[in-house]
């Protein structure tokens, strides 16, 4: 391998801007040599800001060039598979954005073909490279908290895109905003409270807002496996949601303490007798997300690390979703397909 880990972006479209800032914060540690999209201007434009020589309109012509180390895909949901599949099979490491795919059967099929590669696998649940997430890991497993028995989480977004965007299809997107947004959610509870056996879901269609084919809200119950329960609600359509003090809030509850992050991380525990009786913020560094991941990535390749947010971490958040929509069929609670 080169002295820089030498990336193909695969899909230029809105999110890979993020990823293209943890490209450019490490330098040192990556060198973008090729831009793909099926709208050759948004290849352009991404390869003008990473200061990639080479631009196609077909994956295909990434994965087979000898001077490509790894590929990060940015694209639709239901192309995810193909093109991570095809791109182990090239001896390519695989960064993928979440969800790892629409269905367990592409995921465990990416899992594999990259298993069989030998290289490595891994999602882009964002969410876990947080300081505010890691800093809540770090309270729990020092024990604040105590045994979580309840947890309390949400997603509140406007959005708006043109009818015809794929995210308004089942075909491609998988589902709706469950799927597009809440399973990170799912991911942080996965880390945070343990894994989720079982769930009962409902949601609700608003063709009015967005499409007849996907949900743009819902609520879903969880039971994990330690024996606490949860709670996730996820809403599409929050008029005024940019101008709100809340984005995505977390609460949880322990036997000596609880724990939120409404405007700021903040704390009580029974552990320090101070803090009884108020929540306490907790100060945490300004740090950006995605050149955590990126840099992760980075580093899980030169190392032969195994990711934090690895394709069999980013299976089992998509399991919970999988057996969420199947409760919505079913209209009765369901197991996970762990």
Not at 91 to 114: R, S
Not at 117 to 140: F, T
Not at 281 to 290: A, G, K, N, T
Request: glycine share 8%.
């Amino acid at each position: 391998m080169a002295e820089r880990i030498r990336i193909g972006l695969i899909g230029c479209g809105g999110i890979s801007r993020a990823h293209a800032r943890g490209y450019l914060q490490s330098p040192e540690l990556f060198e973008v040599l090729a831009c793909c999209d099926e709208r050759k201007e948004m290849a352009e434009e991404r390869a003008k800001q990473l200061n990639s020589k080479f631009v196609t309109t077909d994956y295909r012509e990434v994965i087979v060039r000898d001077d490509i180390d790894a590929v990060d895909i940015c694209l639709p949901h239901h192309l995810h598979s193909e093109v991570a599949i095809a791109a182990a099979q090239a001896g390519k490491h695989v960064l993928v954005e979440k969800p790892i795919a629409n269905t367990l059967k592409e995921a465990d099929a990416m899992i594999e073909a990259a298993k069989k590669a030998g290289v490595i696998l891994m999602v882009a649940h964002n969410e876990r490279y947080m300081p505010i997430y890691q800093k809540a890991k770090e309270l729990v497993e020092q024990g604040f908290l105590g045994r979580i028995f309840l947890a309390r989480a949400d997603h509140n977004q406007f959005v708006q895109t043109n009818k015809s965007h794929w995210i308004w299809r089942r075909e491609t997107a998988g589902g709706g905003v469950l799927i597009g947004s809440g399973i990170h959610r799912v991911d942080i509870l996965r880390w945070l409270v343990g894994e989720i056996v079982r769930v009962w879901h409902r949601q609700v269609v608003v063709p009015e807002r967005f499409s007849d084919e996907v949900e743009a809200a819902s609520v879903t119950i969880f039971e994990f496996a330690n024996g606490a329960i949860g709670e996730l609600t996820c809403n599409w359509s929050v008029y005024a949601a940019s101008s709100a003090p809340w984005y995505e809030l977390l609460w949880l509850y322990g036997t000596e303490g609880s724990l939120h992050n409404v405007s700021g991380l903040h704390l009580a525990s029974d552990k320090i007798p101070e803090w009884q009786g108020k929540f306490v913020q907790i100060p945490l560094p300004e740090e950006d997300s995605f050149v955590n991941e990126i840099r992760h990535f980075g580093e899980c390749i030169r190392e032969g690390k195994t990711p934090l947010t690895s394709g069999e971490e980013g299976r089992k958040s998509l399991a919970v979703v999988i057996a969420a929509y199947e409760s919505a069929e079913k209209g009765e609670s369901v197991p996970v397909q762990i």
